[in-house]
């Protein structure tokens, strides 16, 4: 299993949109990168890095073309199931601890790998089309992604 980050700091606000930001130490001592979470529909910023959109649904109304994203891995985000859950009422801390379980299945783990490969080597803006991304999955794959 993945060791957990800690947890993060409120999520900041920016032009209006909530964002979180996770500072990750590289091990060799190079300088930091960040891994922040954005909504989809916000326009690109130079400072993304490698955007990652990390919904398994593609956000309604908005053109491929227009979206700017580098990588879209499915396989990462929530199971349909938890998802429906979750929107059904679930609890975030509940929700959070069965995706982080459903993290550890084969083809997650290995996305999550890579992701977190990117991490190590530069800026990763995760986007999800999430009305509430600090509340979302993205939110917790991004505290993960900072430990």
């Known amino acids: ?3 957990r ?7 900041g606000e920016r032009g209006g949109a909530q964002y979180s930001r996770r500072t990750v130490p590289d091990p060799e001592g190079a300088p930091s990168v960040s891994v922040r979470v954005r909504r989809i529909y916000e326009p690109p910023e130079p400072d ?6 990390v919904d398994r649904l593609w956000p309604r109304g908005l053109a491929k073309d227009a979206a700017h994203i580098d990588e879209w891995p499915k396989g990462l985000t929530p199971s349909a199931e938890l998802r429906t859950w979750y929107h059904g009422g679930g609890s975030y801390e509940e929700f959070r601890r069965r995706y982080e379980a459903e993290l550890d299945a084969p ?4 996305l999550f790998e890579g992701l977190h490969k990117a ?3 530069g800026r990763v ?3 999800t089309a999430s009305k ?7 939110s ?3 505290e993960l992604l900072g430990g």
């Open 5 to 11: 980050a800690p947890a993060a700091s409120p999520p």
């Open 132 to 138: 509430r991304p600090e509340q979302s999955h993205a």
């Open 119 to 121: 991490v190590r080597e």
């Open 48 to 53: 993304d890095g490698l955007r990652v959109l």
């Open 107 to 110: 083809e997650a783990a290995a």
């Open 140 to 142: 917790v794959l991004a």
């Open 125 to 127: 803006t995760l986007l």
């Open 1 to 3: 299993m993945r060791a």
